[in-house]
């Protein structure tokens, strides 16, 4: 049985994260109550995302929090990595399954209903729902949704939802209320002067929102 939390979930981005580092961001934001960290780098070689993949791997050995890779099938099985995140504009969910084997975490974006119920969710184990609101973190993203269509999205599968899209801590209720499992975030804890306390005011509100 695969076991992950998508409460609060960290997408690094390697521009937001220059200051300290996706590195050293990620292992204080999971001091900090983050519960799950995605490394997405656009940019980056396979070489590349394989060196930093198993640093952050090494930074987050003995924290039970599970690493996800974007999109690089090839990084996430040479790192090692917990899980893989793809796209609709990536490998198709299918294939990227046969690839990674039957252990390792595979998320799969949706926009749409439509997207959303057609997910096999004997492929995919969850879904990152959105972009619940514009974001300058991802250019050229799909229109927004919104609240309203977030809620839709969840409504459309059986799968666990982790919202994504612009969300900052005072969100936190209506997504949680939208019915997502949590919120994936980049610039509410990348860049932050202390991403640490970032995310524990996010993760504080994700407790009391469920309390």
Wanted: proline share 6%; glycine share 12%.
């Amino acid at each position: 049985m695969k076991r992950f939390d998508l409460s609060l979930y960290l997408v690094l981005d390697p521009d937001l994260c220059r200051p300290l580092g996706m590195v050293e961001t990620a292992r204080l934001a999971v001091a900090g109550g983050v519960t799950m960290v995605q490394l997405r780098d656009k940019n980056a070689s396979s070489g590349q995302m394989i060196e930093t993949g198993r640093a952050l791997k090494t930074a987050l050995s003995g924290t039970g929090v599970p690493l996800i890779v974007n999109d690089d099938v090839e990084a996430a099985i040479a790192i090692g990595a917990d899980g893989l995140h793809v796209g609709q504009d990536d490998r198709d969910a299918q294939t990227a399954r046969g690839l990674i084997g039957p252990d390792m975490i595979l998320g799969l974006s949706v926009e749409t209903e439509a997207l959303a119920a057609a997910v096999d969710p004997t492929v995919v184990d969850y879904i990152g729902a959105g972009p619940v609101f514009a974001t300058q973190t991802k250019p050229g993203h799909k229109p927004p949704v919104g609240l309203e269509g977030l809620a839709r999205l969840v409504a459309a599968t059986s799968l666990p939802a982790v919202a994504i899209g612009g969300l900052k801590t005072g969100h936190v209720e209506a997504v949680l209320g939208a019915g997502a499992r949590g919120l994936a975030v980049v610039s509410a804890i990348c860049g932050q002067p202390d991403p640490q306390v970032a995310a524990h005011q996010l993760s504080e509100a994700i407790r009391k929102a469920r309390s």
